[in-house]
């Protein structure tokens, strides 16, 4: 889970409260990282701070919930693990706990240490009794530490440190989907109209993503999307459609190629 600003500019959208001289909208976003499709969308004006919209989700029982320290609300984590889910996120640097014990790990991997840690902060404490796991892992690419924070006990600290990683999909989402859709420029101006607008570009990007997966496409979602945006209106199936694209594009490959003997 993340979220993303849209900036809007605040003559044109005054609605769009986010600072003195600029406007935006957030996009809150669950990605299930299983098929790279939103889960729950959510969209507010761009001083709602992220941690809120955990008031909003319906945690699922099982799931793994992967979140950054903006998100860190002992009271509110403590709720997803009431409801049996496991949420995997980052210590802060100025929280307070204590080691309650340490297991061995393999530096090899780049963990540095898995302990089950007990909050001695008065307020977070009291917002999350029980006790958590903190898992210390450097990137043997980057060099970055990162320390995790998790409720989730049963897997090999490894585990813990990979599944962070894995919260960077929802950033590539942010950016393919701003990259690609029509979010930057607006056709109206009202706020109906801009989350009008987000809600097509989101609906667009899930439905090609589930032509993608339903059919075993090898091709890009960017283009899978360029290949329906010139066929829009012809009444063909999908695989024959692709399936000349393809065989176009191999023939402006090879007719640009330049012979070396004359024929």
Not at 12 to 20: G, I, S
Not at 154 to 178: D, G, H, N, T
Not at 188 to 203: F, K, L, M, P
Request: aromatic letters at 12%; glycine letters at 4%; a positive charge.
């Amino acid at each position: 889970m993340d979220a993303t600003t849209i900036d809007l500019c605040l003559s044109l959208f005054p609605w769009a409260n986010f600072r003195q001289q600029k406007g935006a909208v957030k996009l809150h976003t669950l990605l299930d990282i299983r098929g790279q499709i939103p889960s729950v969308l959510h969209m507010t004006d761009g001083k709602v701070h992220d941690v809120n919209v955990l008031d909003i989700l319906q945690p699922e029982a099982g799931a793994i919930y992967l979140i950054d320290r903006g998100y860190v609300d002992y009271k509110r984590l403590y709720q997803l693990h009431l409801e049996r889910a496991y949420f995997v996120t980052r210590v802060k640097s100025h929280t307070q706990y204590e080691r309650v014990y340490s297991h061995t790990v393999s530096k090899t991997t780049g963990l540095r240490c898995d302990q089950t840690i007990k909050l001695t902060g008065l307020k977070a404490a009291k917002a999350y009794p029980e006790h958590l796991r903190r898992v210390g892992y450097i990137d043997l690419e980057t060099g970055k530490r990162y320390d995790c924070l998790s409720n989730y006990f049963s897997v090999p600290a490894l585990v813990i440190a990979e599944l962070y990683r894995c919260r960077w999909q929802v950033e590539l989402f942010f950016k393919w989907i701003k990259q690609h859709l029509r979010i930057q420029t607006f056709y109206g101006y009202s706020a109906n109209a801009v989350h009008t607008q987000i809600w097509i570009a989101v609906s667009v990007y899930v439905l090609v993503a589930i032509v993608k997966k339903r059919l075993g496409l090898d091709q890009s979602l960017y283009t899978l999307l360029q290949i329906l945006s010139m066929t829009l209106f012809e009444k063909r199936p999908l695989e024959q459609i692709i399936r000349e694209s393809e065989s176009i594009q191999r023939m402006e490959v090879d007719t640009s190629q330049m012979s070396l003997f004359d024929a």
